[in-house]
Antibody, heavy 124, light 107 residues
Framework: QVQLQESGPGLVKSSETLSLTCTVS??????????WTWIRQPPGKGLEWIGY???????KYNPSLKSRVTISADTSKNQFSLNLGSVTAADTAIYYC????????????????WGQGTLVTVSS | DIQMTQSPSTLSASVGDRVTITCRAS??????LAWYQQKSGKAPKLLIY???SLGSGVPSRFSGSGSGTEFTLTISSLLPDDFATYYC?????????FGQGTNLEIK
């Protein structure tokens, strides 16, 4: 059973960089069996996929955020992180880390495990 | 990006009712479709993956069907715990997208 826990500042100033970390237990960020993922949800709104990292170094990002996003992994701490640059009020959201697991046959189990989420507010 | 459209946006129902939520994709996503349940203040919970496979520990009153561009989530007999918001999500294309959500409320 994979468990995930987000951590990081709850308040970020406009134009600065939002940085969050997800600590993983019950799975390895080095594993190719998972996509380690960030998803966000503005208050009262729907879900937006931000991107993922796998094999601790390969990444895919949402094209709408790609120019501002970096996802990285620290295998020594079994953590992966999100950096989102040049934030504005539109980036205020609950940020979730999640895992997309894969069966031996190669198909995805979708987002089976989620962290509890952390609210990040962008202030002017 | 593939657009996902859920209907209805809000659904009013009673305990014991059978309800169906529909999700339409803007292009063929084969069966790479998941459904999630989200309660207020909580993270989403996976219900269905690969359009019709039940997630771990999910009660059998939940079922999913469809392929291509049209999908449904059915709850066979509503329990009080089922009143929540439901999201579909496609993972056919790597730029994953979610539906806008369906709020299932008590009538």
């Amino acid at each position: 059973q994979v468990q995930l826990q987000e951590s990081g500042p709850g308040l970020v100033k406009s134009s600065e960089t939002l940085s969050l970390t997800c600590t993983v237990s019950g799975g390895s960020v080095s594993s190719g069996s998972y996509h380690w993922t960030w998803i966000r949800q503005p208050p009262g709104k729907g879900l937006e996929w931000i991107g993922y990292i796998f094999y601790s170094a390969s990444t895919k990002y949402n094209p709408s955020l790609k120019s501002r996003v970096t996802i990285s992994a620290d295998t020594s701490k079994n953590q992966f992180s999100l950096n989102l640059g040049s934030v504005t009020a539109a980036d205020t959201a609950i940020y979730y880390c999640a895992t997309e697991g894969f069966a031996a046959q190669g198909y995805s189990y979708a987002f089976s495990y989620w962290g509890q989420g952390t609210l990040v507010t962008v202030s002017s | 990006d593939i657009q996902m459209t859920q209907s209805p946006s809000t659904l009013s129902a009673s305990v014991g009712d059978r309800v169906t939520i529909t999700c339409r994709a803007s292009q063929n996503i084969n069966n790479w479709l998941a459904w999630y349940q989200q309660k207020s203040g909580k993270a989403p919970k996976l219900l269905i993956y690969k359009a019709s496979s039940l997630g771990s520990g999910v009660p059998s009153r939940f079922s999913g069907s469809g392929s291509g561009t049209e999908f449904t989530l059915t709850i066979s007999s509503l329990l009080p715990d089922d009143f929540a918001t439901y999201y579909c999500q496609q993972y056919n294309s790597y730029s994953y997208t979610f539906g806008q959500g369906t709020n299932l409320e008590i009538k």
